[in-house]
């Protein structure tokens, strides 16, 4: 699991790794695909968000750009990510979850799509694979960008 750094702790120094996520629209869902520019022939993790509506909380998809993306944790969303600096917006995770109804303006994450269902499937272990493609270590910094 990521470690977190307290205020004080200064990494020696800093890698950046940036996460790709392009993204396809459907009428009720966003699709996406996140893709790792360290690791080549990863499995596909997959995104699952709300449609497109003008970036207004809760209810949109977030916009596209290219953002810092940071450890978060809370007890209701432990070990999961923070999308930073998104315009107009706060409390944007990369979390766990499988519908938009449990999206709440998130990013959620899966190791498959089930368009039927308007959902993705294996969300704990798509965060797991996530967190062991990312690595422990302190020093890298982290990228999100979002591409349509």
């Known amino acids: 699991?990521?470690?977190?750094?307290?205020?004080?702790?200064?990494?020696?120094?800093?890698?950046?790794k940036k996460i790709?996520?392009?993204?396809?629209?459907?009428?009720?869902?966003?699709?996406?695909?996140l893709m790792?520019?360290?690791q080549?022939?990863?499995?596909?993790?997959?995104?699952?968000?709300?449609?497109?509506r003008e970036n207004k909380t809760n209810i949109s998809c977030v916009p596209q750009g290219v953002y810092d993306l940071s450890p978060y944790s809370s007890p209701k969303y432990?070990?999961?990510?923070?999308?930073?600096?998104?315009?107009?917006?706060?409390y944007i995770l990369v979390h766990i979850g499988n519908y938009t109804k449990?999206?709440?303006?998130?990013i959620l994450i899966g190791l498959g799509i089930a368009e039927a269902q308007q959902m993705v499937t294996n969300s704990r272990?798509?965060?797991?694979?996530?967190?062991?493609?990312?690595?422990s270590e302190n020093q890298e910094s982290l990228k999100l960008e979002i591409k349509n």
């Open 1 to 16: 699991m990521l470690q977190f750094l307290s205020s004080n702790s200064k990494p020696d120094k800093i890698k950046m």
């Open 20 to 33: 790709i996520l392009q993204r396809f629209s459907r009428a009720n869902v966003t699709y996406g695909v």
């Open 36 to 38: 790792l520019d360290w």
């Open 40 to 52: 080549i022939g990863h499995k596909p993790i997959y995104t699952l968000e709300l449609p497109w």
């Open 78 to 90: 432990p070990n999961v990510f923070q999308v930073d600096e998104v315009h107009g917006r706060s």
């Open 102 to 106: 449990d999206t709440h303006g998130c």
């Open 125 to 135: 272990p798509a965060m797991s694979y996530l967190h062991d493609m990312i690595g």
